[in-house]
């Protein structure tokens, strides 16, 4: 299939273009953008007149769901949703049940994933046995079987030794480990930000000195082990500033942010709204602006949609009783978009932190469209306003603190290897 995008306004922050071009694409692979090549005869003619082209996006951080948790989501409602938010690559954790710490497992989530023809899925390897923090697993054969990097998810770590262990593992295959920073006693318990709101609420706790103290920590432990680390979704100001200083020495050390936490602060959990319940949780609005700065001066990586499909009926109880989470494939790039210009940073900058920025976490030479590069495209009007009505979401989650808020920037076509995947009517 040749296809020909005329007429669009072409954003490739990792090769420096910013402005309008056609785009050429052959065997799956883009062609050339520009001129057109000589004999190029295209079988389909897109007229992206009015929209952006960008690469297609790439999420750090989307729980499938699948296996075990299929009640919650399935691989095909979450595929068409990633392609819906002109997502075509992701990266899914491996809590799922049973996690995914055996290459069997890991092999036939890659399997369904092609076969639906859609996103790529990278998997996480867990990072110990059953995510249990007790006995690491195999790396070496779970990246033999498709893992792009290990990690405990959400599951406590909470002996010390057995992190020491796994990460001179890693470093020694040149294994990326994965760790979102909290440290499991200081959190325990914990459903919100131990500040203002939680204590007017009756919640109970998280300090921001969990994730500070957990930091340490594991920063102590790169400077020994020389390995690799990269901090998922970073919540307070302080984890912030220790990544900077930590990037200053030099250490090989990424993060990324989730998208709800570069706009949501503890005041947005209201009275008790569920949908603001979230790993980890909003935090001080002072949090929140750090964060948001961390993310344009680039010692914050990447953002991501922390995508965590959740049913009714886990998601319609008390607050602290809620199951955590939120939806979030289809609204990575509005709420992107909506971050950079709040922060009056240029659109190139917006696009960089959800497609070359994660490429280089995952050491993918992907997220840009130079010649010869898989044609993953992202087609989007930048100007369309759209009002998020969770029913009309393509996720099987539905939940989401954004529900009937207007945003700016609609996915109209999203092409994986020079296939469309996603068109919108």
Not at 142 to 151: E, H, M, P, Q
Not at 205 to 218: C, F, K, L, Q
Request: charged share 20%.
């Amino acid at each position: 299939m040749k296809i020909h995008i005329k007429n669009g306004y072409l954003v490739d922050p990792k090769n420096g273009v910013d402005g309008q071009f056609d785009i050429f694409v052959a065997a799956g692979k883009v062609v050339s953008f520009g001129k057109e090549p000589d004999g190029f005869q295209a079988n389909r003619i897109i007229d992206a007149t009015g929209l952006t082209v960008c690469p297609g996006l790439i999420d750090l951080s989307a729980r499938l769901r699948e296996p075990g948790y299929e009640y919650m989501a399935t691989l095909e409602s979450e595929m068409a949703a990633a392609v819906a938010g002109g997502i075509t690559t992701l990266v899914c954790p491996p809590d799922t049940d049973p996690p995914l710490d055996e290459p069997g497992l890991v092999e036939m989530l890659k399997y369904r994933a092609k076969s639906l023809n859609q996103a790529r899925v990278f998997p996480l390897g867990a990072l110990t046995q059953k995510l249990e923090g007790a006995r690491i697993t195999e790396m070496a054969e779970l990246r033999d079987a498709g893992c792009i990097g290990f990690s405990q998810a959400d599951a406590p770590l909470v002996d010390t030794q057995v992190l020491w262990r796994a990460m001179q593992y890693a470093a020694t295959f040149d294994f990326t480990v994965w760790l979102r920073p909290q440290d499991a006693h200081l959190a325990k318990g914990g459903v919100a930000h131990d500040g203002e709101v939680a204590s007017r609420l009756g919640l109970a706790g998280i300090p921001a000195s969990a994730e500070s103290v957990a930091m340490a920590t594991i920063l102590t432990l790169v400077r020994e082990t020389g390995a690799r680390v990269h901090f998922c979704r970073l919540s307070t100001r302080t984890g912030v500033e220790m990544l900077r200083a930590a990037k200053a020495d030099g250490l090989p050390v990424t993060a990324d942010i989730s998208v709800h936490a570069a706009h949501l602060c503890e005041m947005d959990i209201g009275f008790f709204d569920a949908n603001c319940h979230l790993i980890p949780p909003l935090r001080s609005q002072r949090d929140r602006d750090g964060l948001r700065q961390g993310l344009a001066d680039g010692t914050v990586d990447a953002v991501c949609s922390d995508h965590a499909p959740v049913d009714d009926d886990a998601k319609f109880l008390p607050f602290a009783e809620a199951e955590p989470g939120a939806t979030g494939l289809e609204l990575l790039l509005p709420l992107t978009l909506k971050w950079a210009r709040e922060m009056n940073l240029p659109l190139s900058t917006a696009i960089a932190k959800i497609t070359a920025a994660p490429a280089c976490v995952l050491g993918l030479n992907a997220g840009n469209l130079a010649p010869g590069q898989p044609a993953d495209l992202t087609l989007f009007d930048p100007d369309q306003y759209w009002k998020i009505e969770p029913h009309a979401l393509k996720s099987q989650g539905k939940n989401t603190p954004f529900s009937g808020v207007e945003l700016q920037g609609k996915v109209r076509m999203t092409l994986v290897e020079g296939h469309v995947v996603y068109e919108s009517v």
